[in-house]
Nanobody, 123 residues
Framework: QVQLVESGGGLVQAGGSLRLSCAAS????????MGWFRQAPGKEREFVAT????????YYTDSVKGRFTISRDNAKNTVYLQMNTLKPEDTAVYYC????????????????WGQGTQVTVSS
């Protein structure tokens, strides 16, 4: 069982930055691929980024490439999402998720989810 707790969301102006953190419980964090997803009001949850257990492989959705960076610190059981040059369309609840396998863009392949953190970008 893995428990995930996100933090770092908030209100920021367009062009600003935020760093989200997701702290995980458990002693085998490095064996889990981690993902960040987001859900805007009235929209389906969408993939943002994913990182392998070692941190050596990352993938991003096209809309955040060059602006967002996913990383992890396995010694701290934490995954991060650095978000730069934020846009109003990035406004959403951001969720981290874990799966005991390879990276995936598919939300249904993740077994464990955090409670989400709100990110609001004003124009």
């Amino acid at each position: 069982q893995v428990q995930l707790v996100e933090s770092g969301g908030g209100l920021v102006q367009a062009g600003g930055s935020l760093r989200l953190s997701c702290a995980a419980s458990g002693r085998t964090f490095s064996s889990y691929a981690m993902g960040w997803f987001r859900q805007a009001p009235g929209k389906e949850r969408e993939f943002v980024a994913t990182i392998s257990g070692s941190g050596g492989t990352t993938y991003y959705t096209d809309s955040v490439k060059g602006r967002f960076t996913i990383s992890r610190d396995n010694a701290k059981n934490t995954v991060y999402l650095q978000m730069n040059t934020l846009k109003p369309e990035d406004t959403a609840v951001y969720y981290c998720a874990a799966r005991n396998s390879r990276t995936s863009r598919r939300s249904y392949e993740y077994a464990y989810w955090g409670q989400g953190t709100q990110v609001t970008v004003s124009s």
